[in-house]
Each structure stands twice: as C-alpha cells, then as structure tokens.
C-alpha cells in the first residue's frame, strides 16, 4: 500500500491476492515466488512496516494468501523435483543403493518443526546431531508443494526403523495440521512416480503404522489411511531435480546421462532420469575421460572436471581436481624446468609440455593432467619443498576467485588477486570461514560456499553476544513464531517445543526459560554448531554468540 497506514479495502486485499497468485504460479518457474506470505518486519529489521492494519494479513494462511491454481489429472503440470544441488545440500558421507526390487512401501512423515525449516537446516540436524551419513528421507514437500531431492529413489534411507530399504519416505516440512492441498497433490503425486520408477504398486503408510510414534501428526495419518485422495495429481518431471538419485548434489540424473552422451559413448544412455547400472557405468567412463576418481558419483569434482573438459576442448587442457594452472606452471618452475613457464593461469602447448616434463621426471605418466597421483608424485619429488596446491579445492571456486571473496567481506590488508595459494591466501580463507560461521580449515569446498553466499547475500546476524530485536526475530523465524523482536511467553513456549522436537529435550512446555531450558538450548548449540559451551543453565553472551552462529549456518 501507498501512504499511510490506512485500513486496507477489500479491492486493495483482492488485488493484493492477485499479484501473490501471479507472483507464485504465473510466471516462469525459475522466477516464482515461494510460499511463504511474511510482513516486512518478520526481516528483524526494526520496522513497523506494514502497520498494524495490514500484519493480520500478512502470513501464511490468510485470506490473502492464494490456493495454488486446481490440477486435473492428465492436464496438470508437472512438478519437477528441487535437486540437491539448488536446495545447497551438502555430500553424503556414505551411500549405500537399494536394488529396485527390494522397494515395497511409500511411507509418509512430518518434521514436526515450523514450516519455515530449510532442507539444509534438516540436513544438518540429521548430519550433526543424529551422525547419520546424510538427510534421513528420500523426498521432502513444503507447504508450496515443492518436493525436494533427499536421498533420492535409488539409496537407503533413515527415516523408519526396519524399513529403510524397503520403502521409500517423503517427509512434510511442517507440524500437525500446516499440510496445505498443495502439499497433499505432491505427495500424491510423488507415489504415483513412485509406483512408475519402480514397475509395482507401493503400499501407502504412514510413520506411526511401523513404529511407536506421533509422525505425521493427525491430519496426515487420516489422509493417509483414506488412500491419500486429491482431486488430481501431477506428473514428476526431470526440470530442476531430475530422477533423484540422491547422491550427486550438482546436476539432475537426467542431466548427467545427457551429458555422458555429449561426450560420445556408445551406446547413448537412455536419458530418463534414472540411475540404473549403464548409468553408473556410463559415469565412470565420463569420470575416467575427463581425468578424476571414476566412483560412478557426479559430484563437485566431477562437475568442475566435465565443465573445463567440454569448455577448453579436450583433454590435455589443464583439468584439474587438485591444483589451479597458476599453481601447476609454480610447481614445473620449482622443479628447475627452463624457460621458465609465464605464471599466468592459462594452459596453452608450453604449460602443457611443462606438466608433462615434471610428470616425467616425477614417475608417473606423462599425460598432461594433474590428477591426484601427479600431486602425489610431485610432493615426493619436492621432499618437503612443494608448493601450494590452492588447498585441494579448486572444483569449488577458483583460487582468484576465493582472494576476491576474502576481499569482497573487508578483509585488511586485502589479499593479492592472483590465483596463487600461499600461506596469506590461506589465512584470508580461514578469517573468512570463520566470519560466515563455518571450521576455518583453509579449504574451500562445498560447505563454505554455501555459507559465504547465504552470507553474501545476506541478510545477516552480527555475532556480537547481544540478544536484542534483530537476533530475537532471526530465533522466532527459525522457531515459527511471529518475528516481531519481542521475546515474549509465545515465544519461549515455541523454543521449548523447538528444543523438544530437535533434541529430546523433555522440558515442560511452560514458557519459563529458566537453568532447565537454557542448559538444553546450550547442549543442542554444541551439538548443532561444534561450539565449546559451559552448560551453566545461564544465558550470556557466549550462549547467544553461539546462538548467532547457528543462526547464520542454518543449523539451529
């Protein structure tokens, strides 16, 4: 609205309900909104905006707040799967296949959190505090209806007990009672594919039906029992997620066999989105040509790799998954090569010849590609005196343009931007891993670009230790209560019940925060965050730092 804080007609309402409706589901998919309907002061950024008139409004669920558009059988769109890589999943520590004859069920859960939880926040409670290999689920679904990759069709999950390997689980990001009719048409809609990936009628189930458990809430279970009906249900394109495997976090299945394809091998894969063995093996032939480890997984070290082959041409072209260019000529010009290379980054004949002399002279095969058995070799043959290899991680992001992240945050003084890895660089990356809130190790890999563009992008909490208006709303975002910045009764009930669900934390849901809630909000941040914390049951500064930090990680 314009002007003042007038009471809002029922035109202005109505129209507003027509730009979130085209904001959501008319416009291209990669520029839709998403489902969530916030007040701008929900940020934590000391406003009153959109006053008092318009805030009843302005959250989910309200009579502005549009039903997405009705599907009818074979005429609904079809859905696409958000793929690991876009939702920022980080890499599996482990991956075990379930062979396509072992699925029999479709078994449905709820997170039992606020439905403003991010997958990654998931992931990470599922990674740090369970120590599972990886997110628990195949599939999750928000309240918008997007279905997001987890472990995908064709891995073992961990998400209900006996049953790990037999069924496939979506979980609903939400609590009893939030699945909207958009979530109950994908979930729907996920089975059907289901039944389609694997050539048999599943089963429907829910959580509660094989264990001793209150998931998924009421709502679910009745729909559930009911057959899981809608009035129509989609089908599950490749788009953004492709055929789920689970594993990769960088490109669809789809996309992975079309690009082993582009690169020639016979016969073609069939591109349909699913991981069976041509398509392990057609990855591994794709890994083995563009010269890194051939696990059958497509992950960073695979992307960058397949990225450089198919930009510079061909093989013999500076491939790397371990050293920059830069640092490639550094190293054959330490070892006495002469002339001596120009340190400029670019593989041309010269740069080429000088790797395949130092490969030479270090034993291995002279091929031109400096894999992980040239490094090796190199570093014998230097007996201590190797230079630095950008820190292992240059799939990632390229050593310049790690300098210029450093820099881009206020680094002083700022790094040199060269491309080269030395021991300033070094401790540029780790100043700056330890500002976006992630282990400051000195190596740039998927974790710590994640954090640096949520970061980036702000916005952000300062972590000072300072519990005021704007940490209070970041906290009342991620526990689903209004963000209005007062730490109120509401408020210290929805962290009870946060600290109950994410840590088994057993307190009385009374909105006294006292030594027994605060102990348990310090023993779920050490868990979540790694932070070293006295459990005193007194939150000070060093409580709320941590807090602050889980905060901006996503890991609260």
Not at 54 to 71: C, F, H, N, Q, R
Not at 179 to 192: D, F, H, M, N, Q
Not at 515 to 520: C, D, E, F, R, S
Request: proline content about 5%; charged content about 20%; aromatic content about 8%.
């Amino acid at each position: 609205m314009l002007g003042i804080p007038d009471k809002p007609t029922s035109a202005m309402l109505a129209s507003m309900k027509k730009l979130i409706h085209h904001l959501r589901y008319e416009l291209p998919r990669e520029r839709r909104a998403g489902g969530e309907l916030l007040p701008h002061q929900a940020g934590g950024w000391g406003t009153d905006c959109p006053g008092a008139n318009l805030l009843p409004y302005a959250k989910t669920g309200s009579s502005i707040d549009p039903e997405p558009p009705a599907k009818q059988g074979a005429e609904a769109a079809a859905l696409n799967i958000v793929s690991r890589g876009s939702w920022g999943a980080r890499a599996p520590k482990s991956v075990v296949k379930v062979p396509a004859s072992e699925r029999r069920g479709f078994v449905v859960h709820y997170s039992a959190g606020p439905s403003s939880q991010t997958v990654r926040q998931i992931q990470n409670y599922h990674m740090d505090s369970n120590g599972w290999s990886d997110i628990g689920y195949n599939f999750l679904v928000d309240t918008a209806g997007r279905i997001y990759e987890g472990r995908g069709w064709n891995n073992e999950g961990a998400h209900t007990s006996g049953y790990n390997r037999s069924h496939i689980a979506v979980c609903f990001i939400g609590r009893d009672g939030d699945a909207t009719k958009a979530v109950k048409v994908s979930i729907r809609s996920l089975y059907e594919k289901a039944n389609t990936v694997f050539g048999r009628t599943l089963s429907k189930t829910y959580h509660s039906a094989l264990g001793s458990t209150s998931c998924p809430g009421n709502d679910l279970r009745s729909w559930v029992s009911s057959g899981m009906p809608v009035d129509g249900w989609s089908d599950i394109g490749d788009g953004d997620g492709g055929g789920g495997d689970g594993t990769g976090g960088v490109r669809s299945v789809a996309s992975q066999q079309k690009a082993v394809n582009s690169l020639g091998h016979t016969p073609p894969l069939d591109v349909d989105g699913i991981t069976g063995p041509k398509t392990v093996a057609g990855i591994k032939w794709l890994q083995n040509k563009v010269g890194v480890t051939a696990d059958g997984i497509w992950g960073p070290d695979t992307e960058a790799a397949y990225r450089a082959y198919t930009s510079t041409g061909g093989p013999g072209k500076g491939i790397s998954s371990v050293r920059s260019i830069a640092s490639q000529q550094k190293a054959v010009n330490d070892l006495g090569h002469t002339p001596k290379l120009d340190v400029d980054g670019v593989f041309g004949p010269r740069t080429e010849a000088g790797v395949k002399w130092l490969q030479t002279r270090a034993g291995v095969p002279a091929d031109g590609l400096w894999g992980p058995a040239t490094e090796a070799a190199y570093r014998d043959l230097a007996k201590g005196g190797a230079t630095w290899s950008d820190g292992g991680l240059t799939t990632v992001r390229s050593v310049l343009r790690q300098q210029k992240a450093v820099n881009s945050l206020g680094r002083t003084p700022e790094l040199t931007e060269d491309g080269l890895f030395g021991p300033q660089t070094e401790a540029g990356v780790k100043w700056l891993q330890a500002r976006v809130g992630v282990t400051a190790d000195g190596l740039w890999g998927p974790d710590t670009e994640t954090a640096f563009t949520r970061f980036s992008d702000g916005p952000n909490l300062t972590v000072d230790g300072d519990f005021g208006p704007r940490t209070i709303a970041f906290t009342q975002r991620a526990i689903g209560v209004t963000a209005d910045g007062v730490w109120g009764a509401e408020s210290k009930r929805a962290l009870q019940r946060h600290l109950n669900t994410w840590s088994d934390a057993g307190l009385t849901v009374d909105g006294d925060t006292g030594p027994n809630t605060v102990k348990a909000l310090q023993r779920h941040l050490m868990l979540m965050t790694g932070t070293k914390l006295t459990i005193d049951g007194a939150w000070g500064a060093t409580t709320t730092r941590a807090l602050q930090t889980a905060l901006n990680q996503g890991r609260f």
